[in-house]
């Protein structure tokens, strides 16, 4: 992306189409509704793998072909607390809940062929990773409190009815972090506790639902 290798980029209705400069010219087609979904004439492309003339297409479809910045290139790895308390005007609030949309994508359900599988698991690493970015960002309050159950409720929806393929527990172990930040939220923010109410009798995956509504006993205590 960043070696200028993107030419005759163009979008249409069904996504994105441009010829990459790589060993020679590769036509490459990414879907608008995937970005880790369409096709390129490399040998990679044609095996059914996301290569990287797929990526660099994506990511000029996303940047709009602007330089990446710094910030651009770093991801978190693991969701931690921001520590700042406030809250979202409605135009973050809009930005974040898209930015927590197009990250939901890569956690998609398996149906592929076995050779596929770890590219799989890559695209789930992938959206995590870009959702503890958005977690990490956040400022602690009762909303953004909100979005974090709703957003952990959705994915939990993915493992246990959406068919997604957690045998490495990335997505488990994903939501576990969260967990602990939302608790931190409770530490320093105690009216967060209340948007835990929504996790009572629900039973998720693997029961992490269960020290929230803890916390909502002790403070009724």
Known sequence: YEGGKI???????????????????Y????????YDEGDCACYLGQNDVLCKHMVAVAIWAVTGGMPLS?????????????GLLGG???EELGAVKKAITGSMKYIKPYNGPSRIWFLYQNS???????????VSELPVSRQTAKLLVDMLLRIDNKLCRGGVD????????????????????????????????????????????????????????
């Not at 036509?27 to 995937?34: D, G, T």
């Not at 789930?124 to 958005?134: F, H, N, P, W, Y």
């Open 7 to 25: 030419t005759q980029f163009k979008e249409e209705l069904n996504g994105f189409f441009a010829v990459v400069l790589g060993t020679k010219p």
């Open 27 to 34: 036509k490459v087609y990414v879907s608008n509704l995937r």
């Open 70 to 82: 710094g910030e651009d290139k770093k991801l978190a790895g693991n969701p931690i607390c921001s």
């Open 88 to 90: 979202l005007n409605k």
């Open 124 to 134: 789930l690493a992938e959206g995590c990773s870009r959702l503890a970015k958005t």
């Open 166 to 221: 957690d045998s490495d527990g990335v997505v488990g172990g994903f939501i576990e972090e969260t967990v602990e930040v939302l608790k931190e939220y409770a530490f320093l923010d105690s009216s967060c506790i209340e948007t835990f109410r929504k996790l009572e009798g629900r039973e998720t995956c693997f029961g992490w639902e269960e020290e929230l509504v803890r916390l909502i006993k002790k403070k009724t205590l």
